[in-house]
Every structure is written in structure tokens, then in C-alpha cells.
């Protein structure tokens, strides 16, 4: 799947984390590691420790959101790994700062590994869970996420989450005659749903409709995954099932789920790296 991985560090213990994670992700998968520091050389310890993975070590000046984006393009990187919080310190790192200015710009996919507090063990993960609401670019998230679960023998629940819009809701946006959800109101069908209101699917039936094509999309990656129709918020819901069901990773495209304007990264994708009890895997989908 991955080819060439490329993970920051500033060699404080919760970049170690993420580094570990990188490593065992690079040695699974039979990708070449680079070990990227961004700022002045720190010299030997940066050397031992790339040495101490088979990896490559290289030290780039500038800031380290910046560095590690321009880097994982230049290099022609696949995946791109960062803590959710370190390799500048807490402060500086939280998912505000650099975790959340990579996710925001880079042109990879990116792994952002959850380093407060770490895990109890770097064992392969053996649980994904995925997002989609049927859109193509949510779909390729499903594909990428099942190429993983393959390629890590694990599993893959795909969940697609609806949200029918309140009567509330609904009556304030049909005051606005100009408004294209009035028009949605009056036809059900989903091919008359505007796109930035098509994640809120009428019911079940219809994200079961969804599902069964993620199925679809899933085996054409030789993975039988579990699928799940839930009501409620997507990101909400993802988090909820993270938490409560062990699951190790939540993979979610850069944009999808919910349509171009509410999905870009500043909501659902957003949210769930800000806040998830799990490492998180943003798919680059556009």
C-alpha cells in the first residue's frame, strides 16, 4: 500500500510515539522510512535514532507544519505521520498548531498518531473503522481503508451516519424562497438533494443503500468488511464508536462524508483528529 513514509520528530517522547508507529507501519508494509526533523541538526541523536529503524534521517530548517507538507510532496511520500501532540513541545503542539495545519495543507495522506496519552502497546492494528456517505470521494476513503486492513490483516467497519433535518430546521431554511433546500423538501429524492445537505440522508434505508456498495468496494480489496447505518452527527457518532468499541484507528477522507462545503477540514474530519481517543488516518480524497 505504502511505499515511502515520512514521520517528524524533535525527539521528545511523544514524538517517539509517532515515530514507533511510522516504524511498524514501515516495516509491515515493506516502506522505506524517512525520520524528518525540521529546525536546527541535532546531531547524533537524530543519526541513532534513524539508524535504530533501518530509516533514513534528514533535517530541513523551517517551520515544521511547513517542512513536513513541502517535504512529503517533494519526496513523493505516501503517507506522512505526525503526533497529535510533540516534537515541539506541548504547547506549541497541540492539534491547533502543526498537526492541524498539516492536516489542513498536505497533499498526502496523513496518520496522526495519538501521543497524549500514548498507547499501551505498537502492536499492528486489527480494528478500522471508516466513515462514508456514498459520495465518490468518501468511497475512495473506503477503498484506501481496506487496502490497509488487507495489507495489515485487520478489520474494516464501515459506518455511514444519517441525519434527517429537524421540521425546526427545515421551516427556517424554506423561509428563504432563494434557498435550494426548499427545493429538496419538496422532492425526497436524493439525486435533488443539494450536496452540502446530502450527508443529512432521509433514513435508514437509504444509508443502507450506501453500504452496500462500500461492501462492494471493500471486496474488489479482498476485505469482507462489517458495515453499520447509524442516526446521529457523523463525527460525533465515529467518535462514539472509537472509543466505546477498541477500535485503533478512524480513517476519514479529506473531504467526503458530507459534501464539499460542510466537509472540508474545518468540520467532520476536523473534529475527529481534534478529538479522537484513537490514532486517526485522513485520507487524501481529492
Request: some cysteine; proline content about 6%; aromatic content about 4%.
Amino acid at each position: 500500500m505504502y511505499k515511502r513514509i515520512l514521520v517528524g520528530t524533535d525527539l521528545s517522547k511523544t514524538a517517539q510515539v509517532a515515530t514507533d508507529r511510522a516504524a511498524s507501519l514501515a516495516k509491515r508494509l515493506g516502506a522505506e522510512l524517512i525520520v524528518m526533523h525540521a529546525g536546527r541538526d541535532p546531531g547524533e541523536p537524530l543519526k541513532k535514532l534513524a539508524e535504530g529503524y533501518g530509516a533514513e534521517a534528514v533535517v530541513v530548517e523551517g517551520h515544521p507544519a511547513d517542512v513536513l507538507t513541502a517535504e512529503a510532496d517533494a519526496r513523493g511520500v505516501d503517507l506522512l505521520v505526525v503526533g497529535s501532540v510533540g516534537m515541539t513541545g506541548a504547547k506549541r503542539f497541540l492539534l491547533g498548531n502543526v498537526p492541524n495545519k498539516v492536516s489542513h495543507h498536505t497533499v498526502t495522506d496523513l496518520l496522526i498518531v495519538k501521543t497524549d496519552p500514548p498507547p499501551k502497546d505498537m502492536s499492528d492494528y486489527s480494528k478500522i473503522l471508516v466513515g462514508t456517505d456514498g459520495s465518490p470521494t468518501a468511497m475512495r476513503a473506503v477503498d484506501a481503508a481496506a487496502k490497509l486492513a488487507k495489507s495489515l490483516d485487520a478489520t474494516v467497519t464501515v459506518v455511514c451516519v444519517y441525519q434527517p433535518p429537524s421540521e425546526q430546521e427545515l421551516e427556517k431554511m424554506r423561509a428563504d424562497p432563494n434557498d435550494p433546500v426548499a427545493q429538496w423538501h419538496t422532492s425526497r429524492s436524493t439525486a435533488d438533494t443539494p450536496s452540502e445537505f446530502r450527508w443529512r440522508i432521509a433514513g435508514a434505508s437509504h444509508a443502507e443503500d450506501v453500504l452496500e456498495r462500500a461492501q462492494e468496494h471493500a471486496s474488489k480489496q479482498g476485505v469482507d468488511a462489517e458495515v453499520r447505518a447509524l442516526e446521529g452527527h457523523p463525527a460525533e457518532v465515529l467518535l462514539s464508536l472509537a472509543e466505546g468499541e477498541d477500535f485503533d484507528v478512524i480513517a476519514v477522507g479529506s473531504v467526503g462524508m458530507a459534501g464539499a462545503k460542510r466537509m472540508m477540514l474545518g468540520n467532520v474530519p476536523h473534529r475527529i483528529s481534534h478529538h479522537a481517543p484513537t490514532d486517526v488516518l485522513i485520507l487524501k480524497t481529492t
